[in-house]
């Protein structure tokens, strides 16, 4: 049976939207024909597609749901291109344009910081939603960033009174001892990518100021025992790395107007062999706890390099 062709057009208000449409030296568009049978050429003020029905459907969903988002001041960029590919598959690529609309906060420059994928737009509500929030997923899918930009919009709002970092440092086992310097100094290593994040919302004299005030902590896991964490944002990362004990440990200390994201990812535990890590044991654990959300990533949430996503899909093709 033969498969059903089908076209159609799609009209262009000027030549700079089929520019900001195909990319730079039509990037985009080579892109989009190596991933699909149709054919897509422009035709005065349009673009024409003819393929598969099925596929000019989505392409057509596709097109013009990136002609809005142009036309709403987005620059395109590979990714988003390759992210809306996606959706349009499932006819969902609709769905990006209410997804640029949810700014979470501004850079410290004025630039305004907003979820890049329908899984981000879904982390960033559950953590607006419930006090504990787990994101769980491959590196690069943004489940650190999002948490410390989260957490200081809620500062700024005067939602909680400061902002609490921490992670397990050295493999768990938190022997900083054999490092030179001060607590802060031996520290500082593990904490650095809390810190690329903070200084990119804040700046880096904002984070000084912040931190000289106490309005942001920066500590060892280790240094949370015994303590009650009120009207406080607190973010656990790396969490693959705690025990079991010490993960309970955490997460009993939540106290009143606080809220708590813990992240991690499953696939990169470096604690000592047979011992168990504490973000499996307490997504098994907490999984029907309804006011707790866990909200996992996949490598479709990866907004790194287009590179990253196809090295983490071919480790877990490896694994599996």
């Keep these: 049976m033969t498969e059903l062709k089908s076209s159609t057009n799609i009209p262009l208000q000027n030549t700079a939207e089929g520019l900001a449409l195909f990319g730079p030296q039509d990037k985009f568009l080579r892109l989009i024909e190596q991933e699909t049978e149709s054919k897509i050429h422009t035709r005065e003020a349009e673009i024409v597609i003819e393929g598969p029905q099925d596929e000019v459907a989505s392409l057509d969903q596709l097109f013009n749901t990136l002609l809005q988002l142009i036309r709403g001041g987005l620059q395109l960029n590979e990714r988003d291109v390759r992210y809306a590919l996606e959706l349009a598959r499932e006819l969902k690529a609709d769905?990006?344009?209410s997804l640029f609309k949810g700014e979470i906060t501004t850079t410290f420059r004025g630039k305004a910081i907003v979820p890049k994928t329908l899984g981000q737009r879904h982390y960033v509500t559950t953590i607006r939603k419930k006090d504990i929030v787990f994101g769980i997923g491959p590196a690069g899918t943004g489940k650190t960033y999002l948490a410390v930009v989260t957490a200081v919009a809620a500062l700024k709002e005067g939602k909680v009174k400061r902002i609490l970092l921490t992670r397990p440092a050295v493999e768990a086992g938190e022997s900083l001892g054999f490092l030179p310097g001060d607590l802060q100094e031996k520290v500082d290593p593990y904490?650095?990518?809390?810190?690329?994040?903070?200084?990119?919302?804040?700046?880096?004299?904002?984070?000084?100021?912040?931190?000289?005030?106490?309005?942001?902590?920066?500590?060892?896991?280790?240094?949370?025992?015994?303590?009650?964490?009120?009207?406080?944002?607190?973010?656990?990362?790396?969490?693959?790395?705690?025990?079991?004990?010490?993960?309970?440990?955490?997460?009993?200390?939540?106290?009143?107007?606080?809220?708590?994201?813990?992240?991690?990812d499953v696939t990169q535990i470096d604690l000592p062999k047979g011992k168990k890590s504490g973000l499996i044991d307490a997504q098994r654990i907490l999984k029907d706890i309804e006011e707790i959300g866990i909200v996992y990533f996949s490598e479709q949430d990866v907004v790194r390099h287009a590179l990253v996503q196809k090295i983490i899909v071919a480790y877990n093709q490896h694994n599996e």
């Design 95 to 97: 769905q990006l344009l």
């Design 191 to 264: 904490l650095r990518p809390l810190y690329d994040a903070l200084n990119d919302v804040l700046g880096p004299d904002g984070v000084a100021k912040a931190l000289e005030r106490g309005l942001i902590e920066i500590a060892p896991l280790a240094y949370m025992r015994g303590r009650t964490l009120d009207d406080s944002f607190v973010i656990l990362d790396e969490a693959q790395n705690t025990t079991p004990e010490q993960m309970k440990m955490f997460l009993t200390r939540l106290g009143y107007g606080s809220h708590m994201v813990i992240t991690g």
